[in-house]
């Protein structure tokens, strides 16, 4: 899902939880997970392209899926489970819960928007598949080879099984 679909259902959902709970904290705390937790794109796109990647190649590269293996070290069910013990052993902070709701409805919109199998948003899930980006995110196949131009090989042997 993009930025501007994900600062949207933040701001949305900050604004519900301010005014179901009246707590600024809870409310931020949502708000900034819910988008920032893409932050993690940054590391995968310097693994497979480098650090002289432009802010718009960066998000090119994003949106037509150009890569060959995909940590996404933040999206993970398992950090799920393990801010929601988080949340419970500090009493339901609101900083804490409030990061837990907006890591929660990312997970959600992302599960939805770019994958059938909700496995693809499994860290260890995508570590027994060895973080293959065609095996964990089959959905944007057509779009990367496609789109490219980082990888001429592999665009060849799509073309050869005539997709
Ligand atoms: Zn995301």
Redesign the pocket.
Known sequence: ?KLHH?TLFSLTIAGVLYVMFTSWKLALGSFITGIF??VDHIVDVVREHGWSVKVREFFHICHTAQFNRILLLL?GWEWLVIWTFAAWLTDWNPWITGSLIGLGH?MVL?AYANSENVSSYSLLWRWKKDFHFDTIFPKFIRFKYRESTYFPTARGSNDQRGH
Do not use: R
Request: proline share 0%.
């Open positions: 899902m994900h937790i893409d999206h990312h992302d």
